[in-house]
């Protein structure tokens, strides 16, 4: 734990380091105010929720090395937020299309992201196609809940990202970030012709750890068109060359 400190007061300063720290270590439900965001963020007190804000704002998972003015994001898997929040401080004019499935985390996301006007949040999976899907709980913590075709105890509505594309009336997709527990298999399975010749870049997680065959999915697509391949903490960065060209 103590090897946290430095790395947070490095990245946001001796004030907002300590808060985080603290709060991080209390594994208690808390609300700060840092100073590298313009509004407050909520931690439920629990690690799953610290652990992805480590990943974002202090290991910064999610900066691109490339030169792109991002004007369309979406955020798929939003879980509590933080994603979202990281965009809309980087890209401030981009509208991101943030999407989330467990009620719990999406009354969070909710709080985290109210106060972003370029934010839309709606309670839902991203699927291969446009139904209704059950979303499971099998034990992976409040950051794995995994989605299934068919009927159950907790159905949410399933999203294709073409569907998304129209939602939002854009037909280029700056940013495609991808966090969806293994339902990534799906969506790069099938009906994937249409947005990803129309996306800039994605950023997956790759979760065979939950679905064998994710790793496999993404890369048999992928490699049917022309995209770079980068490395960024747990993600893979895929750029599109067709649509993106300076690099540094």
Not at 54 to 75: H, S
Not at 131 to 142: C, H, S, V
Request: proline share 2%.
């Amino acid at each position: 734990m103590s090897s946290r400190l430095p790395k947070y007061i490095n990245k946001l300063g001796l004030i907002d380091g300590f808060k985080l720290y603290s709060a991080v270590k209390k594994q208690k439900e808390a609300c700060l105010q840092l100073s590298a965001l313009k509004h407050k963020v909520w931690f439920r007190g629990i690690y799953s929720d610290y652990a992805i804000f480590e990943q974002i704002f202090i290991e910064q998972q999610y900066r691109l090395t490339l030169d792109i003015n991002a004007t369309t994001i979406f955020d798929l898997g939003a879980n509590v937020g933080y994603a979202s929040v990281f965009f809309a401080h980087k890209y401030p004019s981009a509208k991101i299309f943030a999407l989330e499935p467990e009620t719990n985390n999406h009354a969070v996301a909710q709080k985290n992201t109210a106060n972003y006007p370029n934010i839309t949040l709606v309670k839902g999976a991203v699927w291969n196609s446009s139904e209704y899907i059950n979303l499971l709980d099998k034990g992976f913590g409040e950051a794995a809940y995994m989605v299934e075709k068919g009927s159950g105890n907790n159905v949410v509505r399933g999203y294709t990202i073409d569907e998304i594309r129209k939602l939002m009336n854009i037909t280029t997709i700056d940013i495609l970030k991808i966090d969806i527990e293994g339902a990534e298999k799906e969506i790069f399975e099938t009906n994937f012709e249409n947005w990803i010749t129309n996306t800039k870049v994605i950023i997956v997680e790759t979760h065979d750890r939950y679905k064998k065959g994710t790793s496999k999915a993404i890369f048999n697509t992928i490699g049917k068109y022309d995209f770079s391949l980068e490395l960024s903490g747990e993600n893979l960065v895929l750029v599109n060359n067709n649509l993106v060209t300076n690099t540094h």
